[in-house]
């Protein structure tokens, strides 16, 4: 696959006029991650990306092609971090670097928001999401749970800004 010119707009919780649209691509892609012979149900994704775009400092960013979004990432200070709840990009545009992009704009916006480290939780067999991550520099850790959506292990990754300082304290 080719890459594509990509804008990333900076949103808030005012601005997400559609979180369907937002859902609509997170479904599409865990879906396809998945093998789900069932689409899950947008509605489900709704109430989450809601939910989390309400929270103090929430942020998404949105990845736009041809005026089209075609990715987003969501996330909010969480104490001195910058949490992402929410990486995906349509399943259609995958392998042409939009996740990359959007994890280059998580970097910019840790360090606008005073964020030295940024922490996701990351299904631990999504080779490809983990691939992604560790390509931009994310670490892995020793911390794990059970999504309790999945029933899937998750892992703990992390990643320190460019230009920050200190010792990395996980949480």
């Not at 998580?106 to 999401?129: K, M, P, Q, Y």
Request: net charge negative; proline share 2%; charged share 30%.
């Amino acid at each position: 696959m080719e890459s594509v010119d990509v804008v990333i707009r900076s949103v808030d919780a005012k601005d997400v006029h559609d979180p369907q649209k937002l859902a609509s691509i997170w479904v599409r892609s865990t879906d396809l991650r998945d093998g789900c012979a069932e689409p899950t149900r947008v509605s489900r994704a709704v109430d989450g990306i809601r939910r989390r775009i309400e929270l103090d400092d929430a942020r998404a960013l949105v990845a736009e092609c041809a005026g089209d979004i075609v990715g987003f990432v969501l996330c909010a200070v969480q104490g001195d971090v910058l949490e992402v709840f929410y990486l995906a990009v349509d399943p259609e545009m995958w392998g042409r670097g939009i996740a990359t992009c959007l994890l280059h704009a998580v970097d910019t916006h840790a360090g606008s928001v005073g964020c030295d480290t940024c922490e996701l939780w990351v299904i631990d067999d999504n080779e490809r999401a983990v691939g992604v991550y560790e390509g931009a520099g994310w670490l892995r850790t020793d911390m794990t749970q059970m999504d309790t959506g999945s029933r899937r292990l998750e892992r703990r990754l992390f990643r320190r800004t460019p230009g920050s300082r200190g010792h990395v304290l996980l949480r």
